[in-house]
């Protein structure tokens, strides 16, 4: 009986030693940090990774992850200053810095991405309207999102969080004025296509003008030199003619009827001529024809 009792206690120690080393160690992994707590009241902070201790049924555990987290910030509407609407959706990429301030000033992660949430929103609107729409969603978007970043990291630091960056995941005109700026757009591609082609148009015409007039003028210097030289042909050809027909009239009478032989009479053609005609002279006698 003794030996029943005392086995039933030794069990009963050695489950309560299990319970007490359950509750009296815990483990904290690379992507943690801990803060211990006693009915409410910090004790101290773990941020080694390893195997830690606490007293047991009087401590809590209260874990935070150590790795950056991104914060989604709902899609809102910002007013530019040229008095334009812009609905753009930032991104916050955050990390705890300080779990003890973390815990005390917003206590978990839904509460630090409720409060970067509207420190992102209203730091963000405040950006947009001292800028431009242009400008917000052009050259300056970076500058602006880098300003937002900063101003934001500033205050962060008073709920123990570390703002690692924010940026905008997408810019866009609100649906119902889409539309009306897409036509408008439109309209002014239209009138520069047109101005363009138009400036086109009267280039082309220069040109072609240019390209007329050269042509006229390279046409009637053609046509002179043409004239002239052959002026200077006919007259060197009757010079030539007017020294032969001096040096022998009767050869000169003979060769010039020749030629119109050639360009009159073919192998098969019929001429019907009075016999005493001065063309066939020198056809129908062989003699030398008296000069006339």
């Known amino acids: ?14 489950v309560l030693a299990i319970l007490l080393m359950r509750q009296a160690l815990f483990t904290v992994n690379e992507s943690e940090q801990v803060i211990i707590t006693q009915f409410g009241e910090y004790k101290r902070t773990i941020q080694q990774p390893g195997l830690a201790w606490k007293t047991p049924f009087v401590q809590t555990v209260n874990r935070f992850d150590r790795r950056i987290q991104t914060s989604d910030a709902p899609k809102a509407e910002y007013l530019t200053q040229d008095k334009k609407r812009l609905v753009a959706d930032p991104v916050t990429r955050w990390r705890i810095a300080d779990p003890l301030l973390f815990y005390k000033t917003v206590r978990d992660e839904s509460g630090a991405r409720a409060r970067l949430d509207d420190l992102v929103l209203s730091e963000l609107r405040r950006e947009v309207a001292s800028h431009t729409f242009d400008l917000v969603i052009g050259p300056r978007r970076e500058t602006i999102m880098d300003n937002v970043a900063t101003t934001t990291r500033q205050k962060a630091r008073e709920f123990g969080i570390e703002v690692v960056d924010v940026r905008i995941k997408r810019a866009d005109l609100p649906q119902e004025v889409q539309q009306s700026v897409f036509q408008r757009m439109q309209a002014e591609r239209e009138r520069e296509a047109k101005r363009y082609r138009s400036e086109g148009d009267e280039e082309s015409a220069k040109l072609r003008a240019e390209t007329d007039k050269q042509r006229t003028i390279i046409l009637a210097e053609a046509k002179q030199e043409a004239e002239k ?11 030539i003619y007017a020294e032969a027909y001096g040096k022998d009239p009767e050869f000169y009478a003979f060769v010039r009827s020749l030629q119109a032989y050639e360009q009159f009479l073919g192998r098969r053609s019929t001429v019907v001529l009075p016999a005493d005609t001065d063309l066939f002279r020198y056809l129908s006698s062989p003699r030398k024809s008296e000069s006339r």
């Open 1 to 14: 009986m003794k030996l029943k009792l005392f086995s039933l206690g030794g069990l009963v120690v050695a």
């Open 229 to 239: 030289l052959r002026g200077e042909g006919d007259a060197l050809a009757t010079r």
